[in-house]
């Protein structure tokens, strides 16, 4: 079985700061990670994975997401928030065995405010 | 080309009616998704269409149909629809089939339904 835990329902960060939003996830094997922003009456947009190799992932946007196997994490972050970031970011997992399915977490809603 | 169109924007329909959805990628991508979601919910996975076979069904009701007529195109056939099944209901794809696990989904924009 595979999950994908988000703690935060709610980030808020002040524009030009640092952002992180949170991800923890649990599988059998090795995880393929991935993280998705869905703007209001929009579909999901990816924004970058975790295959294999470099724990430090870096997509679009200027956002990045470190892989951390011992905590099974997969946290993204990005230096300066732009109130533009303002979004609902969705984390997602897969692994050998699921058959194509993604595990979604519940979501996270940044706002980033002048 | 890396959109995944989806046709109708918003859709309402009564509860005894025939209505199709529509999506259409043209990535070469192999596998095709239909996700039902509720707002600020992460979407809920109904079926997958991996080199045009039906390979998931979530146990979905069976008054949602899928149809892949090609590599390109994936239609969701409705009928008899409850009003619980208003949702906004996205199509993906991603380049390989269902074994393709490292290869990121594209998403449409979806079809804003609502069942009256």
């Known amino acids: 079985a595979q999950s994908v835990a988000q703690p935060e329902d709610q980030v808020n960060v002040a524009e030009g700061n640092p952002l992180t939003v949170k991800c923890t996830y649990s599988v059998s094997g090795n995880p393929y990670l991935f993280w998705y922003v869905q703007y209001p009456n929009r579909g999901l947009q990816f924004l970058l994975k975790y295959i294999t190799g470099d724990n430090l992932v870096k997509g679009s946007y200027g956002f990045e997401a470190e892989f951390n196997k011992s905590q099974t994490s997969f946290h993204l972050k990005k230096p300066s928030a732009l109130v533009s970031d303002s979004a609902l970011y969705f984390c997602a997992v897969r692994a050998g065995g699921s058959a194509g399915k993604s595990t979604f977490g519940d979501g996270t809603t940044l706002t980033v405010k002048p | 080309d890396t959109e995944v169109t989806q046709t109708p924007k918003h859709l309402v329909m009564g509860m005894t009616n025939k209505k199709s959805l529509k999506c259409e990628q043209h990535m070469g991508h192999r596998a095709m998704y239909w996700y039902k979601q509720k707002a600020k919910k992460p979407p809920e996975l109904m079926f997958v269409?991996?080199?045009?076979?039906?390979?998931i069904n979530e146990s979905v009701p069976s008054r949602f149909s899928p149809e892949c007529p090609n590599s390109s195109l994936l239609n969701l056939h409705l009928h008899a629809l409850q009003p619980e099944d208003s949702a906004l209901y996205l199509c993906?794809?991603?380049?390989?089939?269902?074994?393709?696990?490292?290869?990121?989904?594209?998403f449409g924009p979806g079809t804003r339904l609502t069942v009256t």
């Open positions: 269409y991996s080199y045009e076979k039906l390979s």
């Open positions: 993906a794809s991603s380049l390989q089939g269902i074994t393709g696990n490292g290869y990121e989904q594209y």
